[in-house]
């Protein structure tokens, strides 16, 4: 990030309400010159296969041709506007709409239309219809480590520059080489702006005052060690916490009298809290943010990546795809599916974020002036050793103000 860049650190709380903000962020950040997450290469492993998901708040399809190529369209067809694709995933190697079954191809080319000549000689399209003007909106697709990332701007910078040096080490920690299974899903819609689950998964300090179990049990507490890492933009981030030990990690929870530290709470099965090491740089918490809408995970031996879908000023909608390795033995399976209920809607972890976020939404609705204060750290944003900093805030937001051209906002 540009060091003479005054770094944001008083967050306006109408850009969590305001409709024409709402607006601008899916031309100028979703549709504008950003990758955006929306697939698992584990998702699509056959010639045929689709799956539909968001650009932003746009739907949109992500298939496999016969060829096994890559390709992503927005999900309206090209006649009169209807989703063309209407199941969540599937294989086809030919979509067509139910309204007047116009028909494309996995590379969103039109190849089919009813009646185009007419009946008899009456009706149908002239001869200036060209079959190759009325294809579906075409994304720009990439993809890096079986993470598949679609842009709508034609111009935006290579995937691997647009992720940088600073964040491809960690993305190559958990996708570096092994074949992916998928393992399954879990999907929430929240009451709330999504840049306020932005801000939760890039606030370390929270993770341990929120959350009575990652602190009772040891999971994630912001005595441990590890830190932040930024990337050259501020647009992504990286946390990780790993063990020093119960008592250097509990002394000030014991003194301050914290709640979510509580001593007398135990677990009748500690099953899930048993975890093997399996990575070479170890953590029991490791989450990597990939602007605008990934989130990359791993909480003790359960891994997934999380895409957060905007759904209007007040709405966000979050998928959970959960992913193990091919060549896991079944004690690292079980392993991997128990721990997936610490998050999720249900989770015991994620229970609360979700109400966390709603409850901001809910004092700020009225959009009267105010603001948030993210002080925490310092006033800069640049990796840091500890996880008592809002500096991954810092980041993102001024990050964003470039990007919406609000230098005078905020």
Same mark, same amino acid.
């Given at each position: ?18 409709? @024409? ?17 929306? !697939?698992?290469?584990?998702? %699509? ?7 539909? #998901? ?46 007047? &079954? ?6 969103? /080319? ?7 000549? $007419? ?20 994304? !720009?697709?990439?993809?890096?480590? $079986? ?8 111009? =935006?910078?290579?995937?691997? @520059?647009? %992720? ?12 570096? *080489?092994?074949?992916? =299974? ?9 009451? !709330?702006?999504?840049?306020?689950? !932005?801000?939760?998964?890039? /606030? ?10 990652? #602190? ?9 060690? *590890? ?5 050259? #933009? ?20 014991? /003194? ?11 677990? +009748?099965?500690?099953?899930?809290? @048993?975890?093997? /090491? ?45 992913? $193990? ?13 128990? &721990? +997936?209920?610490?998050? $999720? ?17 809910? +004092? ?47």
């Amino acid at each position: 990030m540009d060091t003479l860049t005054p770094v944001a650190t008083r967050i306006p709380y109408h850009l969590f309400t305001d409709a @024409e903000i709402y607006r601008r962020e899916q031309e100028k950040i979703f549709s504008g010159p950003h990758w955006n997450f929306v !697939a698992l290469a584990a998702e %699509l492993p056959q010639p045929g296969d689709f799956k539909t #998901t968001f650009l932003g708040d746009t739907p949109i399809v992500v298939t496999r041709d016969k060829a096994g190529a890559l390709h992503a369209f927005v999900n309206r067809c090209a006649h009169r506007g209807a989703l063309v694709c209407r199941e969540m995933r599937g294989n086809k190697l030919a979509h067509q709409c139910v309204y007047h &079954q116009w028909t494309y191809e996995p590379s969103g /080319d039109l190849i089919g239309v009813p009646f185009r000549k $007419g009946i008899n000689g009456k009706g149908g399209y002239d001869d200036t219809f060209d079959t190759a003007e009325r294809s579906l909106q075409k994304l !720009a697709v990439s993809e890096y480590r $079986g993470l598949i990332f679609a842009s709508a701007d034609p111009g =935006v910078e290579p995937l691997l @520059e647009y %992720l940088g040096p600073e964040m491809t080490p960690w993305i190559d920690r958990l996708f570096g *080489g092994r074949e992916l =299974v998928v393992l399954g899903y879990t999907r929430q819609e929240v009451g !709330a702006n999504w840049k306020l689950y !932005a801000e939760n998964v890039r /606030d370390p300090y929270h993770a341990s005052l929120l959350h009575l179990f990652h #602190t009772t049990f040891g999971i994630y507490r912001s005595s441990m060690g *590890g830190g932040i890492i930024q990337d050259a #933009t501020g647009r992504h981030s990286f946390l990780r916490s790993f063990k020093i030990g119960e008592a250097a990690e509990t002394k000030d929870y014991k /003194d301050a009298g914290l709640r979510t530290y509580q001593q007398g709470v135990k677990l +009748a099965d500690a099953a899930i809290l @048993e975890a093997r /090491d399996e990575f070479p740089i170890p953590a029991t918490n490791a989450i990597q943010q990939i602007f605008p809408n990934l989130l990359i995970a791993q909480i003790q031996n359960t891994l997934m990546v999380r895409q957060i879908v905007p759904k209007g000023p007040s709405t966000y909608e979050l998928i959970f795809t959960y992913f $193990g390795y091919a060549d896991d033995d079944d004690d690292l399976r079980a392993k991997r599916m128990l &721990q +997936a209920n610490f998050v $999720g809607p249900a989770g015991y972890i994620s229970l609360e974020d979700g109400y966390a976020t709603e409850l901001v939404q809910q +004092a700020v609705a009225d959009g009267n002036a105010g603001s948030s204060y993210i002080d925490l750290g310092g006033r800069t944003a640049a990796s840091d050793d500890n996880l008592v900093s809002e500096g991954m805030l810092r980041s993102f937001w001024t990050y964003y103000r470039g990007v919406m051209d609000l230098d005078d906002a905020f």
